[in-house]
């Protein structure tokens, strides 16, 4: 069985578990558990290979991560953005006793044709074999050309919060490639359905890779779910417009009707 992640717990109330993105950690949560620690139990984890949690084993794939996420968090409210996201419908799915509400951001479901998943594992590939013949000295190089990627290059010093993704290691970061990838993903497409949650879609309204996956999969899980469209924001939804998606947050978090 997955051994639980490194985590962190604050505040009381009603439990919820934010979960990071690629290259991120528990500490990248750091202002909006700041916010809803006055009236919430904030659990933040750290994904298997990033921060201070264990590499993913060879073997394993996003269902062991998604028990092990399980284990750390229990019963709660999940919370994921993009990585993140994956974990929490892939737990939503797999043990759905414990999601009392679901939230996520630039999330995809999974690459549907096998051909374009065996390419996103020859990229990811590239990309984990990089990263372990550079070694931990080349992690700040390796940040610099994420982070100027397209969908953060418009982020300014505070959005991308560098300074906590440097917390994590080459090895952890080709790992998580490796096991937790799209290109290894199995597509949940047809069981979205499945899901019987209240569940909360949110995009950014500049982010145009992931706006028609955020409003397909609304559509696919059906009448339970919420899509949210947040103005002047790209993919990093919940680290470019805070407030707003605290507020939103909020709202649905609180909504009990």
Known sequence: MPSPLYSTRRGHGPRVVLVHGFTQ?????????????????????????????????PASDLTQAAEALAQTGGAASYVGYSLGGR?????????????????????????????????RRELDEQLASGLERGGDEMMPAFLDRWLAGPLFAHLDEEQADRASRLANT??????????????????????????????????????????????????????????????????????????SFVSLLREFLGDRD
């Open 170 to 243: 080459s090895a952890g970061l080709a790992g998580s490639l490796r096991t937790a990838g799209t290109g290894t993903q199995t597509p949940l497409w047809g069981r979205l359905c499945e899901l019987e949650m209240p569940v909360l879609v949110v995009v950014g309204a500049a982010d145009d890779k992931f706006g028609p996956i955020a409003r397909r999969t609304a559509e696919a899980i059906g009448p339970n779910a919420r899509l949210a469209v947040v103005a002047r924001s790209g993919h990093a939804v919940c680290f470019e417009r805070p407030r």
């Open 25 to 57: 950690s528990a500490n990248s949560w750091a202002r909006i558990s700041l916010e809803l620690e006055a009236d919430f139990e904030v659990v933040t984890v750290d994904l298997p290979g990033h921060g201070r949690s264990a590499p993913p084993e």
């Open 87 to 119: 974990h929490c419908l892939q737990l939503a799915l797999q043990r759905p006793e414990l999601v009392e509400r679901l939230v996520v951001v630039g999330a995809h479901p999974g690459i549907e044709d096998e051909s374009g998943r065996s390419e």
